[in-house]
Structures are given as structure tokens and as C-alpha cells.
T-cell receptor, first 112, second 113 residues
Framework: GESVGLHLPTLSVQEGDNSIINCAYS??????FIWYKQESGKGPQFIID?????DKRQGQRVTVLLNKTVKHLSLQIAATQPGDSAVYFC???????????FGAGTILRVKS | KAGVTQTPRYLIKTRGQQVTLSCSPI?????VSWYQQTPGQGLQFLFE???????NKGNFPGRFSGRQFSNSRSEMNVSTLELGDSALYLC????????????FGPGTRLTVT
């Protein structure tokens, strides 16, 4: 079936540095992409989203980039803080409903 | 405004038993989706309910079922539990069907022994 992402890599960054988390998706019909953050013992928390007709969207300290040519999504976190330590998931959905297809996730560890 | 609540938070069941999990969406939200999270398979979509009707379904066996009540609260049921059903079951609510912005609850950790 369709899938988003492949592995569960770990990214370790120094506090204050910028982080880039990557995600590959396979469904070219996907219309909407979302990044979620999941802290230990909690459910995923919505961070930022982007529609397929855009290639960049910025939020507070976060930027999402979408490259439809190579089906790649990235999340950039500026000035990474210890509170950013979590598992980050990308998700995609087509336009016909709420069904989200999640990637495997990336563990972000922030070193103080 | 209160977030999505799920009960119970932790549950231990024996293989062959059945289990019912409950989810209360954010006040005013009418769509509820359920996901299963395991280390091996990640987050997988189970089903979605809106206005007491199942609108979408993932690739899970018929042992997994759900329903939604008129107050938008939802339950999911798993019958004839298998060891592989051990997982974190997450509920997400959104304002309406077709809304991509979903708010997740803390999940119910189910352990099947």
C-alpha cells in the first residue's frame, strides 16, 4: 500500500543549532502534508501543514519545504531548543477525507 | 477548552478477550478518527466517524470496529484480542469531516498477554 517515510532515524543537534528533518512520500495524489511532534507519553501534536500547491510555508521557528518533483518533504526548526526533543512525523492525505498516512518518524535529540 | 480525552489510559487484556476504548473529542468537534501506533508499523489509520457514520476505513481486520454517538463521543472495540494488537491507540478529533487539522488525545496503551 501507500506509505510515507521509510525508517526511524535519529537526529542529534546542539542546542541553538538549526535542525532539518526529512520525509519521503509515495502518493503523488496527496494534497495535503502535515508535520506532527510527539513527546513521550503524549499523542502527536500538530506543528505545521502545507498544501500541494505550495513549496514553502513558514511558522514560528519552523519552516516546511515541499518538493513534489522528488516527493520530498522537510521540516526545518530554527534555534533548536531542548523542548524540541521528540519524535517528528510527517503525514499526508488526499482531499477526500481525514485519513492520514504517517511516516515512520524521526527522533530529534537536542544536546545542551 | 479541554482537549481530546481517552479512557482508559492503560489496559491489560488476555489473548482472546475483547476490549472497548473510549474517546471524547474537543467540544464542538464532530469528526473522530482512530489510529494504532506500534514500534513496527508506526501510526496506522483505523477508521473515521462523522455524524455517527463511518466515513473512512483503514486496512484492519473486522475484529476492529467502532461507533460514534450523537454527542460525537466515539468508542472502538477490538474482539478476540491477539498479541499483535498490543499498541497505543490514538484518537484524533477535528471540527468536521475532511478537515486535515486533527487534534490527538494522549492515547490508550493496550497490552495483550
Amino acid at each position: 500500500g501507500e506509505s510515507v517515510g521509510l525508517h526511524l532515524p535519529t537526529l542529534s543537534v546542539q542546542e541553538g543549532d538549526n535542525s532539518i528533518i526529512n520525509c519521503a512520500y509515495s502518493n503523488s495524489a496527496s494534497d495535503y502534508f502535515i508535520w506532527y511532534k510527539q513527546e513521550s507519553g503524549k499523542g502527536p501534536q500538530f506543528i505545521i501543514d502545507i498544501r500541494s500547491n505550495m513549496d514553502k510555508r513558514q511558522g514560528q521557528r519552523v519552516t516546511v519545504l515541499l518538493n513534489k518533483t522528488v516527493k520530498h518533504l522537510s521540516l526545518q526548526i530554527a534555534a533548536t531548543q531542548p523542548g524540541d526533543s521528540a519524535v517528528y512525523f510527517c503525514a499526508e492525505t488526499e482531499e477526500d477525507g481525514n485519513k492520514l498516512v504517517f511516516g515512520a518518524g524521526t527522533i530529534l535529540r537536542v544536546k545542551s | 477548552k479541554a482537549g481530546v480525552t481517552q479512557t482508559p489510559r492503560y489496559l491489560i487484556k488476555t489473548r482472546g478477550q475483547q476490549v472497548t476504548l473510549s474517546c471524547s473529542p474537543i467540544s464542538g468537534h464532530r469528526s473522530v478518527s482512530w489510529y494504532q501506533q506500534t514500534p513496527g508499523q508506526g501510526l496506522q489509520f483505523l477508521f473515521e466517524y462523522f455524524s455517527e457514520t463511518q466515513r473512512n476505513k483503514g486496512n484492519f481486520p473486522g475484529r476492529f470496529s467502532g461507533r460514534q454517538f450523537s454527542n460525537s463521543r466515539s468508542e472502538m472495540n477490538v474482539s478476540t484480542l491477539e498479541l499483535g494488537d498490543s499498541a497505543l491507540y490514538l484518537c484524533a478529533s477535528s471540527f468536521t469531516w475532511g478537515s486535515y487539522e486533527q487534534y490527538f488525545g494522549p492515547g490508550t496503551r493496550l497490552t495483550v498477554t
